[in-house]
Each structure stands twice: as C-alpha cells, then as structure tokens.
C-alpha cells in the first residue's frame, strides 16, 4: 500500500497539476491538505472516474482535507475530537481496506504565526488534542499513520537555514516539544526512520527562487503507530514535483506499507 500526503495549496489552483500527479505517481491512498474548497464544490466526478474513492473535509477559501483512495474505506470521520466549537477543517480519517486494514489520518497541522498571539496558542490546544487522538490510537494496537502538513520543523536539520527559522511558530521550542511528546507516546517517524541528514524537505517557498537553491524545509510527516511501523517498506520524498508547472509549494511524502 503506498500513501502520499501532499498539501495541494488549492483545489482550483492545482486541478490539473494534482491530475497529472494522480495519472504519473499513482498513488493507492492520497492524503491532501488545503484544499481550500467547500465539499459541495471540490470536483469529485473527476476523481472518482480515475478510479478513487473522494472522502473531503471542506472549508471555504481555507484549510480542507481530503483522501483519494483507490481501496475501499471504512468508517470515515471528520475533525480532531476534543473541541466542539472548532469549525477549522483539518482532520479527516478513515481505515483503508488494504491486505490488512490501515487506518489512515490525514491531518493539517495550525501554522501558528505571529508568535506570540491567538494564532500560536490554537496551535499548541490543537497539538494537545491530536496528543489525545494519538494515544487513542495506540490504545487500538492496530497500524494507523497519522500524516499531512504539519507545520513543524522538527529539527535545524530540517531546514536549510536554520537561524531563519528560530523565533517562527514552525520552529519554536514550545511547537518541537509538543510535537516530541506525540513521537514519544511510541509512534515512528517515517522519513527519518528510513534516512538520515540534512538537505531533505518537502517545502520551497516560491519567492526568491528557494527551490532552484533547495533553500526549504520539512514539515510533511508520517507518524506511524508501532503495529504500521513494523510495515513500513520505505519512505521519500517526491521532490521533482515541485518543479513542475503551476506547483504547490508542497511536495507529496510517500510511505509504502507491506498492507
């Protein structure tokens, strides 16, 4: 079973671009973010006739989740538990019916700028709520991937100019440890699991020719439960995609499971 996450940055914007992604890299599950689309628009006939399953998490103009699957899901589910009142459209789930079952958890982590502010402190209650999910999910002892847009670098390694980073919500101190206290529940971290080093991201910003200088960050994650964890075949990043014509300033992060 192979799942990329990949933040599209915009169904309309990136309609054709996710098309020929779709029809290239074939993925059986794709998790996206910011699809910035109600669900009564986002263009599901078109997705549907290249052979997927569209399950969406729609706002509009903001956020937006979605899976794409071409193994039929059970049990979809949509927001993070543990705020009623949140009407940010981040969070979607459902268990994939692979070789084995896999419940899949497509996430859209706050960004949290400007620090400090009302932006920040919704970062870290939603990091304390996915904390809550997460350990729900251990609790299941079944495979289950939490993965998306994070917006969290996790280490300076993960960012080609570290010092840049330092006082953003990507980067600060109170966003790593919150996100090394999920890790530390006893889940996987994909990509770091299968390489080591610095130089490796899934984000260029598109002012000042950041990617033609691979001046980025990583801050799309696979987490992976103990149980998918023991499935993992391999991880990487598709970055090539990211200079392709009208790209996201994302690029999709693949895990393949022996599922």
């Given at each position: ?160 100019r570290p010092e840049a980073w330092q006082e953003d919500a990507l980067a600060r101190p109170e966003s790593r440890a919150a996100y ?80």
């Amino acid at each position: 079973m192979k799942i990329a996450t990949f933040n599209i940055n915009g169904i309309k914007a990136r309609f054709e671009a996710l098309t020929d992604w779709l029809q290239g890299s074939a993925p059986d599950v794709a998790l996206l973010q910011e699809i910035k689309s109600v669900d009564e628009a986002f263009p599901r006939e078109h997705f549907e006739d290249m052979g997927y399953i569209v399950e969406t998490h729609g706002q509009k103009s903001f956020n937006g989740v979605a899976i794409l699957s071409k193994l039929p899901l059970e049990d979809v589910t949509r927001g993070l538990p543990g705020d009623e009142g949140d009407e940010q459209a981040r969070w979607i789930e459902a268990t994939v019916m692979g070789k084995r079952p896999v419940r899949v958890c497509g996430l859209y982590l706050p960004n949290g700028n400007p620090v400090p502010g009302p932006k920040y402190d919704y970062k870290l209650s939603w990091m304390n709520r996915l904390k809550t999910r997460a350990e729900a999910l251990l609790a299941t002892e079944e495979p289950a991937v939490m993965a998306g847009d994070y917006n969290i670098i996790p280490q300076d390694e993960d960012a080609a100019r570290p010092e840049a980073w330092q006082e953003d919500a990507l980067a600060r101190p109170e966003s790593r440890a919150a996100y090394r206290e999920i890790l530390n529940l006893g889940f996987t971290e994909a990509f770091r699991a299968q390489h080591k080093g610095p130089e490796q991201y899934s984000f260029w910003d598109y002012q000042r020719g950041a990617y033609d200088r691979n001046d980025g960050i990583r801050i799309d994650h696979h987490l992976l439960t103990p149980q998918a964890a023991d499935l993992l075949i391999d991880c990487w990043i598709e970055a090539d995609v990211r200079s392709r014509e009208k790209p996201s300033d994302h690029t999709p992060v693949w895990i393949e499971l022996d599922a």
